[in-house]
C-alpha cells in the first residue's frame, strides 16, 4: 500500500508535506479533505488522527503520522533534507518550532480569515490587529537572518525552508505586505527555484 496523504489543498501545514514528498520523488495517494465542510471531524477521519487535522500521513502498514513538521522529519530520515550534525538538526528545529508557535498563528491565521471566510465574527475583527503585529514581527526576524544567510540552515536549502516557505510564500493572501522585506523575497525566489519544486495547488 503507498503512502497516502489527507490533506486540504489550500492549507500551508498539508503544503509542506507535498511540496518534500515531490522533491525527494516518492509516490504517494492524496485523499482531499474539506476542512470547511467538517470533513475531518467524522468519526472515519478521527479514527486516523484523534485530533482532527490535515496534513495526516498513512504509511505503508496503516500507521498514521499527524502534524506537519513531524510528518517531515519522518520523510526527510536519511535524505539530504535532514541536517546531518548535531547542531544543524537543533537549528532546524529551532526554526520549525519558532514557524508553529511565532508564525504560523499569526500569518496562515490571519490568511485564513480574509482568504477563506467570508465574513469575521467580531471576535475575529478584534483579534485581527494584534495577529497582524505578530506576523509582521515574525517576518521581521525572518528577514533579519536571511540578510546573513541564503537558507535558514547550514547555508543550504532544508526542512527549516520548507517549513517557513509555505505559508510565507501566501501572507499577501492575509494582507502582508511583503515589499519591505527584501530579503524574504529573494529568499523565496531561491526556494522556488530548487530541484522538484512544486506550486501549492499541485496534487500527486
Known amino acids: 500500500m503507498p503512502l497516502t496523504l489527507y490533506d486540504f489543498m489550500g492549507s500551508g501545514n498539508g503544503y509542506k508535506v507535498r511540496l518534500l514528498?515531490?522533491?525527494?520523488?516518492?509516490?504517494?495517494?492524496?485523499?482531499?479533505?474539506?476542512?470547511?465542510?467538517?470533513?475531518?471531524?467524522?468519526?472515519?477521519?478521527?479514527?486516523?488522527?484523534?485530533?482532527?487535522?490535515?496534513?495526516?500521513?498513512?504509511?505503508?502498514?496503516?500507521?498514521?503520522?499527524?502534524?506537519?513538521?513531524?510528518?517531515?522529519?519522518?520523510?526527510?530520515?536519511g535524505t539530504r533534507f535532514a541536517p546531518a550534525s548535531r547542531l544543524e538538526r537543533a537549528q532546524t528545529l529551532q526554526w520549525m518550532f519558532f514557524e508553529q508557535y511565532s508564525h504560523e498563528p499569526y500569518i496562515a491565521v490571519v490568511r485564513f480569515y480574509r482568504h477563506f471566510l467570508s465574513k469575521l465574527s467580531p471576535l475575529q475583527e478584534l483579534d485581527l490587529p494584534e495577529r497582524m503585529t505578530k506576523g509582521y514581527a515574525a517576518l521581521g526576524v525572518m528577514e533579519q537572518h536571511l540578510a546573513r544567510h541564503p537558507f535558514f540552515v547550514g547555508d543550504r536549502y532544508g526542512l527549516a525552508d520548507i517549513a517557513l516557505y509555505a505559508y510565507t510564500?501566501?501572507?499577501?493572501?492575509?494582507?502582508?505586505?511583503?515589499?519591505?522585506?527584501?530579503?524574504?523575497?529573494?529568499?523565496?525566489?531561491?526556494?522556488?527555484?530548487?530541484?522538484?519544486?512544486?506550486?501549492?495547488?499541485?496534487?500527486?
Request: charged share 20%; aromatic share 8%; net charge negative.
Open 21 to 77: 514528498l515531490a522533491q525527494l520523488g516518492l509516490p504517494y495517494k492524496l485523499v482531499e479533505c474539506d476542512i470547511l465542510k467538517g470533513e475531518t471531524r467524522t468519526p472515519q477521519f478521527l479514527a486516523k488522527n484523534p485530533n482532527g487535522r490535515i496534513p495526516t500521513l498513512q504509511l505503508d502498514d496503516g500507521t498514521c503520522l499527524a502534524e506537519s513538521d513531524a510528518i517531515l522529519w519522518y520523510l526527510a530520515e
Open 169 to 204: 510564500h501566501v501572507a499577501q493572501e492575509g494582507g502582508f505586505l511583503l515589499d519591505n522585506f527584501p530579503q524574504i523575497g529573494a529568499w523565496l525566489s531561491r526556494v522556488a527555484a530548487q530541484p522538484g519544486y512544486v506550486p501549492m495547488d499541485h496534487k500527486a
